[in-house]
């Protein structure tokens, strides 16, 4: 039989019953489980006395847990440590998310130790790491059922983990509206989109004291005369963003979902029967996408239009040859940005 020692230490054999250098070993071991010939690790103590394997109590329960786990894997199932680390992300006791699954109470204790899951809970547990929003609805469904200061602590991981979430799938959406832009130099200014350079770009504008009145049509104004400028002066655009002549003036594709990304301090106001968007950052912020010669290229652009009102800057914008040469909905080129104003 092939082993693999993992330590030796002196104690007492309770196989030969003499004291002597005891080896923790493992082995390969074939078993059939579930009608299903599975192999897997076994760990066990070597008596080179009685050449023979033996095993306490915790490696006997250690080693059925490994056999159910190879046999899990081999169904496609989870694991009883991939059920743990589930519950870890979301910081849930076996019992409470039991509470919120409507399972018996011992389900997910066994479901982590000896006892296999079926398919219908195995694509449950999947889903609950998969969609924290979910999570998020079984937990307010279990509300009452639940101790209020754990529901609390629940609630606020879970919360942190949907806007992960909902911020990646964000991201990937938004590459995935520039892809069939791809290569083409003179759409997004000689340079990839980079979200990191949108998201600080936007901060650097809203946290500026010179930039008055920042709502979503003067932010999109002063991102794309960022980049035209920043095209003019170096051969490169800041962001990679494509813009659009659109009636108001240039605005890039993808707006309405840009300014929903992560970091972005955007606050929805009210006015009338219509909701406006406003930008504003207090306090000391750091912009790790940006390069010192970004914010100079940035600088520049307040100095200039932040304390333009909307329709003056729009005005602007509309003599621009960037735009009078652009048909209307066309992709603006970087060509352009020679001609710029400022």
């Excluded at 479901?111 to 999570?135: C, M, R, T």
């Excluded at 929903?260 to 606050?267: A, F, Q, R, S, T």
């Excluded at 390069?291 to 307040?302: G, H, M, P, R």
């Excluded at 329709?311 to 940005?337: C, G, L, N």
Aim: charge should be negative; proline fraction near 2%.
């Amino acid at each position: 039989m092939r082993m693999k020692v993992l330590k030796s230490e002196k104690k007492l054999c309770l196989c030969c019953m003499k004291e002597h250098d005891v080896k923790t070993v493992q082995v390969k071991e074939q078993t059939i489980f579930k009608n299903s010939n599975v192999i897997f690790d076994a760990v066990y103590f070597y008596c080179d006395v009685a050449d023979e394997l033996y095993g306490d109590e915790q490696q006997i329960e250690k080693n059925d847990i490994t056999l159910k786990d190879e046999y899990r894997k081999s169904e496609g199932l989870l694991t009883s440590g991939e059920i743990e680390s589930i519950r870890g992300k979301y910081g849930i006791t076996q019992s409470d998310l039991c509470v919120l699954l409507g399972w018996g109470g011992k389900t997910i204790t066994r479901y982590e130790g000896h006892q296999v899951q079926d398919k219908a809970h195995d694509s449950i547990l999947k889903k609950i790491d998969n969609d924290p929003e979910w999570f998020l609805d079984l937990l307010i469904e279990a509300k009452n059922n639940l101790p209020e200061e754990s529901y609390r602590k629940y609630l606020a991981i879970a919360n942190l983990l949907y806007e992960a979430d909902r911020d990646m799938y964000l991201r990937k959406a938004i590459e995935a509206d520039y892809a069939k832009y791809r290569g083409n130099k003179l759409f997004q200014g000689n340079i990839e989109l980079s979200l990191d350079k949108v998201v600080d770009v936007i901060r650097y504008f809203s946290s500026s004291l010179a930039v008055t009145g920042l709502f979503k049509v003067k932010l999109m104004k002063l991102m794309w005369y960022a980049d035209a400028l920043s095209y003019k002066k170096r051969g490169f655009a800041i962001t990679g963003l494509i813009y659009l002549a659109l009636p108001m003036g240039a605005v890039p594709v993808g707006h309405d979902s840009i300014i929903d990304l992560k970091g972005v301090p955007c606050e929805e106001v009210d006015i009338g029967e219509s909701t406006a968007y406003h930008f504003s950052l207090s306090g000391e912020s750091l912009f790790p996408a940006l390069s010192e010669d970004d914010k100079e290229i940035l600088d520049a652009v307040i100095k200039k239009l932040g304390k333009m009102s909307k329709d003056e800057i729009v005005s602007f914008m509309h003599k621009e040859r960037a735009y009078k040469e652009t048909a209307p909905r066309d992709v603006i080129h970087f060509k352009f940005a020679e001609s710029l104003q400022i």
